[in-house]
Each structure stands twice: as C-alpha cells, then as structure tokens.
C-alpha cells in the first residue's frame, strides 16, 4: 500500500495504534509525518522515529502537504473530517483507517478521490502468517510497544487517565498484582 522505503507516509493520531505506526514506518525506511491535534506531542513523535510533525489544525501547516503522501494510516478512534486527509495523498495513493469511532466519520467528498485515483481502505487484523511476520520485522527492528505498568489496583485512576488522552501509549496490568 505505499509504506515502503523511500515513500512519504502519514500517520494520523499518536496513540496506542499511532506510536506503532511511526515506528514501522520509520523502520521501512518512509519519510514520516505526524499528524496530531496535541503540540505536546510533537517530541514524543520524533523520539519515535518521525520526520515531521503537523499540527492538524493549522491550515497553513496542512497546506504545505497538499498531494505528497504515498500512504496515510489513520489511527484516530474518533469521528472526524477525513477530506483533511485525502486532500494529502497523491495520486493513486491510500489512506487505511484503523480507528473505529463509535460514530460515524462524515461522509468525504468524492472530488480528492475520483480526480486522483485515491482510496479509503480499513483493516483490523492480519491472519497468522501476517503476524509471524510481522512479529519477525519486529524482533529484527527492536520494535516494541510503549507501555506503563499498573497494578490491577490502580485500573480505576488508568481509565480516568485514559479518558483524559494521559496515556503514552499503553498500559498493561502488572498480573502479580492480582494476588495483593
């Protein structure tokens, strides 16, 4: 789909899916791009691999970008302007969209797709030779999540956090934890 070295590549969103995504991309050897509505991201970001960092809601920032990536990987879980996006893609290119917002995205405008050949595509999971592999690209790269340790304790105050978006990028529940 266009996320190969040497390829402009746009992520959308730097969260649980976001920071994976910067750190393939970035391992494949893409020029990568992210896209955040939070500026206190911006050095998370290129800690995990980053070109460049745009702040989504400045126009001028988004302009710049008109019809230069090769493959946009939406991860943001929430409704939004997906026309922001496909205005970015070149021609032939794809944006793949990961999140999945308990409402619908507003329906986008058919012009940026039609005129340019793009394409909205969605996915969830690969099968199992998908994942061996993708697992193997991941030992050979030093891939690994981001995560924070929690004592199955503390799940109440990690929800709230994670409602507030004060999570870098994951948290995982301490199992020991279980028997205090």
């Not at 070109?51 to 400045?58: A, P």
């Not at 507003?106 to 099968?127: E, Q």
Request: glycine share 10%; proline share 4%.
């Amino acid at each position: 789909m266009g996320a190969t070295s040497g390829k402009k590549v746009g992520i959308v969103g730097l969260g649980g899916l976001g920071h994976m995504g910067v750190k393939f991309a970035h391992a494949f050897g893409c020029h990568t791009v992210v896209f955040t509505t939070s500026p206190g991201k911006t050095e998370d970001a290129k800690r995990l691999g980053a070109d460049e960092v745009v702040i989504s809601r400045n126009a001028d920032e988004m302009a710049r970008h008109a019809k230069s990536f090769d493959f946009i990987l939406n991860t943001v879980a929430a409704s939004h302007d997906l026309d922001a996006f496909t205005s970015l893609l070149r021609t032939d290119a794809t944006m793949c969209l990961v999140g999945a917002p308990s409402t619908p995205h507003p329906s986008p405008g058919v012009w940026n797709l039609i005129m340019r050949r793009c394409s909205i595509a969605g996915s969830a999971i690969g099968g199992l030779p998908e994942t061996q592999e993708m697992l193997q690209f991941c030992a050979e790269h030093r891939i690994v999540s981001d995560v924070e340790v929690i004592p199955i304790q503390g799940i109440n105050e990690a929800y709230e956090r994670m409602l507030r978006g004060d999570v870098r990028y994951r948290f995982v529940i301490d199992m020991a934890s279980l028997a205090d």
